[in-house]
Structures are given as C-alpha cells and as structure tokens.
C-alpha cells in the first residue's frame, strides 16, 4: 500500500500561473481533505470531500477549485496563483464513519508563488 | 470563536524523562480529540484518538488525557527517546464531524 500520494513534490509558479495538485489513496477511504500549513498557523482545512462526487469549502477555500474525480482521488487547482498562496499543501485521507476518524497524509506539496 | 492552544514554544528534555504536551480548547464541545506527529519535511502521522467519554487512552509509551471539564488534553510520551523529537499536533473534530481542526502544534527536543 502507498498510502497517500501526492504530485508534484515541489512546485514555483509567477502570479497568475494555474496549476492542479494531484492526490491519491489506495486505502479504500471515503473522506478526503486539503489542507495548507503555514508557519505560527497550523494546518487549515482548504476543502473536503466525503464522497465521490461531492465536495464540501473548508476555513480557507478562496482561491482555490477542487475536484473528487473517483474514490481515490482528490485534486486542488490554483487558477490564478497569488503570492498569498506560497504554501505546503497537504491531502489526506479518511475513513469518515464514526468507527474510524483518524486522518493519513501524504507527503505534500511545497508551492512557492513569485 | 473556536480555538485551540498548544504551547508554542519547544519542550525540551532528557532522554529518559517523560515529555507532557498540552492542548486546550475553547468554545468547542468535540467528541473526539486526536494528536498526530509531524517530523520535518513530512507529512503529519497519527498517533492516537480519544473520545469524549474517555478520560485517559495509551498505546506503548505514549498516555493521552482528555478532561472535558477544563477543556485539556495532556500528552505524555514516558521513558523519552531522542527519536521522539519531532512536533506534535492536537486535532479536534469540527461540530461533531469527520472535519479536523488543529492546533499549531508544539515541538518536542529529547537530548541524550
């Protein structure tokens, strides 16, 4: 089992640039999350998905589009990337029923906006 | 608004000693609380939940408390190890939901 994958590792982009950040999970599980982290700020919740097909906005989703293509995955795109945006974007997976609430990450992605 | 605390500063001890981590919580009323480890460069890991209606959990050396009353999670990693050095997030679940919210996690240095 890989886990939770994510592409691409690294990623510089000017303003204004578009990218999508694509998540995978090979752990049959029906939640899935973006999260950004930022130094003195914790981890916050960008978008969710508890389903495929459906999608939900988290604390801080301005600025970003998210589609949950299947099961396994969960991509983020940037269509107009700001500097604000500079970043360590993490995915996560989870099971989402009340018997399993633990969340897996992957690696995440380091996004730097020039 | 919804907040969560967990000490800033880094938490330095000596191997051997047991480290105590601590997370509060206000105007929330979670049903769980969980922490995670974050080492450098990587992704967080989860280490353990806790419900609402349990009032200690443990997994090897690791022991969480979780006291509704004062609204505190303690974390305490016994007999510490230098390999423990790494930060450790709290997390609570967002009115009763699959969705987290954490903290800004607090770093754990074990020296020899």
């Known amino acids: 089992n890989a886990g939770v994958t994510q592409t691409p590792k690294f990623q510089v982009l000017k303003t204004g640039q578009s990218m999508t950040l694509q998540c995978a999970q090979d752990m049959n599980h029906n939640s899935m999350y973006w999260y950004r982290q930022d130094p003195g700020m914790g981890l916050r919740l960008i978008y969710y998905?508890?389903?495929?097909?459906?999608?939900d906005k988290g604390e801080v989703p301005n600025g970003y589009n998210v589609s949950r293509l299947n099961k396994r995955e969960f991509s983020l795109r940037l269509e107009s990337a700001a500097p604000s945006q500079t970043s360590v974007y993490f995915c996560?997976?989870?099971?989402?029923?009340?018997?399993?609430?633990?969340?897996?990450f992957g690696p995440g992605t380091r996004l730097t906006v020039t | 608004s919804q907040k969560i605390e967990q000490n800033s500063e880094a938490l330095n001890i000596q191997e051997g000693k047991t480290a105590t981590l601590t997370c509060n919580y206000t105007?929330?009323?979670?049903?769980?609380l969980q922490w995670y480890r974050q080492d450098p460069g990587r992704g967080p890991v989860f280490l353990l939940l806790i419900r609402e209606n349990e009032k200690e959990k443990r997994k090897e050396r690791l022991k969480v408390t979780f006291d509704t009353t004062l609204k505190q999670s303690l974390f305490h990693i016994t007999a510490s190890q230098p390999a423990d050095s790494a930060t450790y997030l709290c997390?609570?679940?967002?009115?009763?939901?699959?969705?987290?919210?954490f903290g800004t996690g607090t770093r754990l240095q074990v020296f020899p």
């Open positions: 998905s508890a389903s495929e097909g459906t999608t």
């Open positions: 105007n929330y009323s979670p049903a769980y």
């Open positions: 997390a609570l679940d967002a009115h009763n939901t699959d969705k987290l919210i």
């Open positions: 996560a997976s989870g099971g989402g029923d009340s018997s399993s609430y633990e969340q897996y």
